[in-house]
């Protein structure tokens, strides 16, 4: 583990407040974390001398643990509760994803979506445990689903949905986020309400609409194709207000800061539009990318050295 000193901020220029803390899994060749909860713990994967992938969670103190679901892979967390509870897919030896969710005493339960052909993939879960994301059918088209702490799962499409219907986030309030295709394969983006009521959007202009989160107010993020080719981000206001800017958001805390990518540095966008670049302060340094925010803007996420190896790291305000 390390801890950024005085040189290292002066070197690479970060935000004088800033503390970074960088770490590996051990054993692992790869760290990536991929969410952090309010308490400031993360879930992610590492991969290992045999390139498979698995399962982890690191403490607010540091600690790490390990994990895979019965008979995975490849190990792939994509969402951490504040009580500590995980979801995600595992891929078996057929390679065929499944979802699972990890209980903070480590018990692990695995499932399907009922008629799922093609895999099960998880992609969110909110703090009252309900979990979101898709399922692949026999003619290899995805829908959305939502599974209540309970296990029942419910499944739905996005009205006029032609090429697949991927749910990404989940709220607090148990709204849902993410992209559907229509008959042209143009990408859109929905929100689904909790009574089940589907509103679906576009940014204005825009060649295809990518959602991928969603904060307890309703602002949802996520990317967009411009006309340019380019690709940018956006943010919708629940009031369905849209506004653009030049990065690649991966998250979204509950006062609307964002962050992600800005090639190949890393960024915070302010609730009022203002963008702050960072990077993680070590010399090897090549490539950061955020993949979580907590309420008080603590960002986790990965960055990647001149081997493009990834490792773990924290940056707090």
Do not use: C, K, W
Not at 243 to 251: M, S
């Amino acid at each position: 583990m390390f801890i950024s000193v005085g040189v290292f901020f002066a070197l690479m220029r970060p935000l004088a407040a800033d503390t970074f803390i960088t770490f590996d899994v051990p054993g692992a060749v790869s760290t990536g974390p991929g969410a952090i909860n309010p308490t400031g713990a993360i879930t992610g994967s590492y991969s290992d001398a045999s390139n498979l992938s698995h399962g982890f969670v690191r403490s607010p103190n540091g600690t790490i643990t390990t994990f895979d679901p019965p008979g995975s892979v490849f190990t792939s967390p994509s969402g951490i509760t504040s009580n500590g509870t995980v979801t995600g897919s595992y891929y078996d030896a057929n390679f065929l994803p499944h979802g699972f969710v990890r209980a903070p005493n480590g018990i692990i339960t695995v499932f399907d979506v009922p008629g799922d052909a093609g895999g099960t993939g998880a992609s969110g879960i909110n703090p009252m445990g309900t979990i979101t994301g898709f399922y692949v059918d026999a003619n290899f088209l995805a829908h959305g689903f939502v599974r209540a702490p309970n296990g029942v799962i419910t499944v739905f499409d996005v009205p006029g949905d032609v090429g697949g219907t991927d749910a990404t986030a989940i709220n607090p309030m148990g709204s849902i986020t993410g992209s559907y295709s229509d008959a042209s394969f143009t990408v859109h983006g929905f929100v689904r309400a909790p009574d089940g009521s589907i509103t679906t959007f576009d940014v204005p202009g825009a060649l295809g609409t990518q959602a991928l989160g969603i904060n307890p107010t309703g602002t949802i993020m996520g990317n967009y194709l411009g006309t340019d080719f380019a690709i940018h981000g956006f943010a919708r206001a629940r009031d369905g207000t849209i506004t653009t800017f030049d990065a690649l958001p991966n998250a979204i805390n509950p006062m609307d800061t964002i962050t992600g990518t800005q090639f190949p540095h890393g960024f915070v966008r302010a609730p009022d539009g203002t963008l702050t670049i960072f990077e993680v302060p070590v010399p090897d340094a090549f490539f950061t990318v955020p993949t979580g925010i907590t309420p008080n803007g603590t960002i986790a996420g990965s960055y990647f050295d001149e081997g493009f190896v990834g490792h773990g790291f924290v940056r707090i305000p």
